[in-house]
């Protein structure tokens, strides 16, 4: 406790600077991870089975493969190959990709709780399969998938920590405590100070998905 006052008076900016990279790079991820997710997912739904083969084969790489592993793979052997991505657009990418592998799997399974009957029914007052599934069955099953999603969220608010593995032009949370820990005795006060930013992010979060999905409840 005696280390936390002065380590706020020093370091107390940088904690709102790596606070607000953190937040940064989550919704970079999270907004085209979800879109391109769902959009996986309504593309598993037609009747071609090569297309949802590959697929299915991105949705279980993506979903399985360690984010860690997958950075490396992109900031490291991606220019092996003639492709470079700077660091921050690397990290992003990274936390994207498994972002929409598991975003397709839970719209997936909130398809399936929309009643087939719905879609007959769709169809039997004229209107075209791809009207059904996007006026009829999609908003039922995004409404169904917000807790999941929520969760999604704040496991993915505590994945931007992958971005102290490279030399990003700023820091996020966990890179931040790795400097002062380096450069100071201050380096649990520094965690603390991480851990509940960490927490109160988390809970945010979880609030507003709650609340989101408390008032959609109604609509179902």
Excluded at 37 to 56: D, E, I, K, N
Excluded at 76 to 98: C, K
Excluded at 203 to 213: R, V
Aim: net charge positive.
């Amino acid at each position: 406790m005696t280390e936390l006052a002065p380590l706020l008076a020093e370091h107390g900016p940088a904690f709102v600077q790596a606070l607000g990279l953190t937040w940064k790079l989550t919704f970079m991820a999270f907004v085209p991870g979800v879109l391109l997710g769902t959009v996986v997912a309504l593309l598993r739904l037609l009747p071609l089975p090569p297309l949802r083969a590959a697929l299915t084969l991105y949705v279980e790489v993506f979903r399985n493969i360690p984010s860690v592993a997958l950075l490396v793979f992109i900031v490291f052997a991606l220019p092996d190959l003639n492709v470079l991505i700077d660091y921050e657009p690397s990290v992003v990418l990274t936390l994207m990709l498994v972002c929409s592998a598991f975003t397709a799997d839970y719209v997936r399974t909130g398809i399936n709780t929309v009643p087939g009957g719905q879609a007959q029914a769709a169809l039997s007052l004229g209107m075209r399969p791809a009207q059904v599934v996007l006026a009829v069955v999609l908003p039922q099953a995004l409404r169904s998938v917000v807790q999941p999603l929520t969760s999604l969220l704040i496991a993915l608010m505590l994945s931007t920590s992958l971005a102290s593995q490279v030399p990003l032009p700023g820091r996020e949370l966990t890179a931040l405590v790795s400097k002062i820990a380096t450069d100071s005795a201050a380096g649990m006060a520094a965690f603390g100070v991480a851990a509940a930013l960490y927490v109160a992010s988390g809970l945010l979060i979880a609030w507003a998905g709650a609340t989101l999905d408390k008032r959609l409840r109604i609509l179902r």
